[in-house]
């Protein structure tokens, strides 16, 4: 028998299996509008982070392979959106350009089926969102290697809206240029934090060239694209909207630099069972006062995942707290201890409940 021979009647099989796969995700999207229209009678929000959540985790739990449980969830991340779209496409803005790892973050919470809304800087993002041009933002939070982005823990801090989730993404830099190789180039352009991301590699391998921060690596890609003698580092994603070629791809310091997204809305997310819950707080500056204000976690059994200190910027020496616990503001014992946190505080503000991230 020729391989022809052999695959024919797979094929055969694929395709009736395709047949049922195509009728059954129509069915399931049947439903998904069905849903639309009960939730429209009432204005209900269409976007619901916990039974999204919830979805991704069961099919996991459930999934009997031989699929990967993660390639798994990435298809039914994509089914779901598509069948959201069919109640809203929800537009969820961003720090553009398109290609930059913001936007991956978008993908990664939303997937494909949804408007995405660049915008020119952290700000703006959540300018587009408490106007309602957006119905969330996606902000970059935190860098494994590089530390936290102060400007979206300012915005926080004053923020009428709140935490709906969050996504953490691996960030691989690649640097690119038009030719694909470093002939004629004079500048490497490339946004602060990735510069000091890929530091040590660069002072290896172009110790002489000029770096030059600009507003983000999509922006240094566009650059890159435009003139020759510039390189970009960025992601592969962003060089391939500007034509740029690889001159060596994964050049972080940190092999495994990720970065952690916060997705900002006016949603409260209800509990997904699996959830934390993001806080900021500041404590009068006198002795004790970290160890009091942390004493209701402990008494209420409540874990902290995160705990993050900030200059309050007064030149007070006084310090912005930014927690994260687990469970949900719903859950009594979460409920019990912030409440006796905020008697303990001087500023608290609770950011939202939101399910943990995959
Ligand atoms: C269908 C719904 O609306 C949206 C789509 C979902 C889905 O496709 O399963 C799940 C949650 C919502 O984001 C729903 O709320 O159940």
């Known amino acids: 028998m020729t391989m022809d021979d052999k695959l024919k009647p797979l094929r055969v099989q694929i395709d009736a299996i395709d047949a049922q796969i195509l009728d059954l995700l129509n069915q399931r999207a049947r439903v998904a509008q069905q849903v639309g229209h009960v939730k429209a009678e009432t204005n209900a929000p269409v976007f619901r982070p916990e039974r999204e959540a919830q979805i991704l985790r069961s099919v996991a739990e459930r999934n009997p392979g031989p ?16 069948c959201r779209a069919l109640e809203k496409r929800v537009t969820v803005a961003y720090l553009g350009p398109a290609g930059t790892f913001s936007e991956q ?29 957006a119905d969330f933002g996606v902000v970059p939070i935190e860098n494994s290697s590089e530390g936290v982005i102060n400007r979206t823990l300012d915005l926080l801090l004053q923020t009428t809206l709140t935490l ?12 690119m240029t ?8 004079k500048s490497i352009c490339a946004h602060s934090q990735a510069l000091a991301q890929c530091q040590l590699w660069l ?19 566009r650059l890159a694209g435009e003139d020759p003698t510039v390189a970009a580092i960025a992601s592969e994603i962003a060089g391939k909207n500007y034509s740029l070629q690889v001159v060596k791809a ?37 002795a004790g006062a970290v160890y009091n204000l942390l004493a209701p976690l402990a008494k209420h059994g409540v874990s902290m995942t995160r705990f993050e200190s900030r200059p309050a910027r007064m030149g007070t020496w006084e310090y912005y707290f930014y927690v994260d616990v687990e469970g949900h503001l719903k859950d009594s014992k979460v409920a019990d201890a912030l409440k006796e946190l905020k008697d303990n505080s001087a500023f608290f503000k609770v950011l939202g409940s939101y399910p943990f991230s995959l």
Do not use: W
């Open 67 to 82: 699929l990967l449980d993660t390639d798994i969830q990435t298809v039914f991340r994509e089914v779901m959106s598509a």
């Open 105 to 133: 973050a978008v993908y990664q919470q939303f997937g494909r089926a949804v408007e995405g809304m660049p915008c020119a800087s952290i700000d703006e993002v959540f300018r587009a969102t408490e106007a309602g041009t």
């Open 250 to 286: 994964h050049i972080q310091d940190d092999p495994h630099n990720r970065t952690r997204f916060a997705v900002i809305g006016r949603l409260h997310t209800a509990p997904s069972g699996k959830d934390q819950t993001s806080l900021v707080l500041s404590v009068p500056n006198k």
């Open 178 to 185: 038009r030719s694909g190789n470093m002939n004629d180039i």
């Open 164 to 175: 709906s989730g969050e996504v953490s993404i691996q960030v691989n830099h690649s640097l």
């Open 203 to 221: 002072n290896q391998n172009y110790p002489n060239i000029e770096r030059r921060a600009v507003a983000s690596n999509g922006e240094a890609a």
